[in-house]
Every structure is written in structure tokens, then in C-alpha cells.
């Protein structure tokens, strides 16, 4: 691992473990998807093993087959709609902590766990906390509509693409059958109008915007030297 990738990692381990070390006795616990939430998960594990009792929401497949690896007990949100705590990473966050997410293709059950959840930990590294979001946009959408779909995407001035997979000819499914577009706007002046217009497509079933959510959120920054944490009280207006 060169250096780089040494402060990286330091960087998510310790925004993941501690968003782990935030965890009650008794909790239920969305369990967010990325390379971050495994350092959490991994640290959730450890408690688990010394006597922590908690459960989990698993927001994809990938953090399914994780949680079962490290021993974490999971649920579904049809036994528990209402969770007191879902953890997850992000690709940006902006001042008014705003998230884009989805780029492992999992933000629609990301954003239904978030929704569920009283309080919204998000642990991302010190370089996706932006002035502006400059990140692509991931849209979930019905292959059904995505030609129809796509046209009123880049009617709100993106350039849309079809994301495709890496050891897979086209398309990437998710976890709910459906394609991801990435949509690189040159600006995004209103993030939450966004999310509200691209919702209204129809065919389009979420996207990666995450606006709204400041209230319950604590944003845990990870770097080389430790973590700090922010929260709508450091929102300058
Ligand atoms: O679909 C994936 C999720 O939204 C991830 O939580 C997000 O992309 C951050 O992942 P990572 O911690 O690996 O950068």
C-alpha cells in the first residue's frame, strides 16, 4: 500500500470506527453501503463479539453478505420501520450537508434506511467535504424508461450516462433490478430543487442527491490525524 492509500484508509478507519463507537446497547442500526461503512461494520463486529447487543439494516446485498461474515444480526425494515440510528458513507457533503451518494449504486435503500432513522451518521474522509458539489449525480432508474428518462435528465442541463460494469458486459443492475445514470452537471446551484425535479421523471426511482436530512445528521470527517465531527449547529447561514 503506498502512502496515499496508507492515509486513506487511516482516514475512513477512523470516521468508521467511530461512528461504531456511537452505537447504544439495543440499538437497530441501518447499515450503509462503501469502502468506509466496513471499517464500522468491522469495529460493530468487535462490540458485538465483547457483548454489544444491536441489529442491522442492511442497505444492499454487499453489506448483507458483510454483516452475516462479521456475526452482525440483521432485520428489515418491515420489522423495524423505525430505527434509531442508520450509519453511512458519501461521495460529497456539502456545507449545508447536503450528500450526494450512490456510487456504489445502493442510495435508494440508503436514502429509505436514512428516512427510517432518528439520528443519520455519515462517515466519509476529509476530501468529500466540498464548497460545491462537483460529483456526478447517480440516478436509479426503470430500464423500462431510461431513453424517455434520460431526455428530461439532460433537460435539467446534465450530460447523463449509463453506467456499465466493471467485470460485466453493459449495464450495472442494482440491487432492485434497475440501471444507474450518472448525470455531471457543470454547477449545482440548488441541490434540494434538484432532487425534487429529478423525482418528478417518470421512471425514475431515486437519486443519489440526499437534501433535507441536516437536522439528524452528524457528519464524522476522518484524516490521518483523527476525526472531527459536524453538525447542523456549524452550518453558517
Ligand atoms: O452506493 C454507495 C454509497 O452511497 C456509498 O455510501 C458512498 O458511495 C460512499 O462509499 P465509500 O465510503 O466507499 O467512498
Known amino acids: 500500500m503506498d502512502e496515499k492509500a496508507r492515509a486513506l484508509a487511516a482516514a475512513k478507519s477512523a470516521a468508521g470506527f467511530q461512528a461504531a463507537d456511537m452505537v447504544e446497547d439495543g440499538m437497530v442500526i441501518g447499515l450503509g453501503t462503501g469502502s468506509t461503512v466496513y471499517y464500522m461494520i468491522e469495529r460493530l463486529s468487535a462490540r458485538v463479539r465483547e457483548g454489544l447487543h444491536v441489529t442491522g439494516v442492511p442497505t444492499s446485498f454487499q453489506t448483507a453478505m458483510r454483516a452475516r461474515e462479521y456475526a452482525i444480526p440483521l432485520t428489515t425494515l418491515d420489522d423495524h420501520p423505525i430505527i434509531d440510528m442508520a450509519i453511512d458513507g458519501a461521495d460529497e457533503v456539502d456545507p ?20 427510517a432513522a ?17 460529483a456526478p449525480v447517480p440516478v436509479e432508474i426503470l430500464p423500462f ?40 452537471f457543470p454547477s449545482i446551484a440548488d441541490p434540494a430543487g434538484l432532487e425534487k425535479a429529478m423525482a418528478e421523471i417518470p421512471g425514475v426511482v431515486e437519486s443519489g442527491l440526499f437534501c433535507g436530512y441536516a437536522n439528524k445528521i452528524t457528519v464524522i470527517v476522518g484524516n490521518e490525524k483523527g476525526i472531527k465531527k459536524i453538525t447542523s449547529a456549524d452550518i453558517v447561514p
Open 145 to 184: 424508461a431510461v431513453t424517455p428518462a434520460m431526455a428530461q435528465l439532460r433537460g435539467l442541463g446534465c450530460r447523463p450516462v449509463i453506467r456499465e460494469g466493471v467485470k460485466k458486459d453493459g449495464p450495472v443492475i442494482t440491487d432492485n433490478g434497475n440501471f444507474i445514470v450518472d448525470c455531471t
Open 96 to 115: 449545508h450537508l447536503n450528500l450526494i451518494k450512490g456510487r456504489g449504486a445502493a442510495m435508494t435503500r440508503e436514502k429509505c434506511v436514512a428516512a
Open 118 to 134: 432518528f439520528q443519520f451518521i455519515v462517515v466519509v474522509d476529509e476530501a468529500k467535504v466540498v464548497s460545491r458539489f462537483a
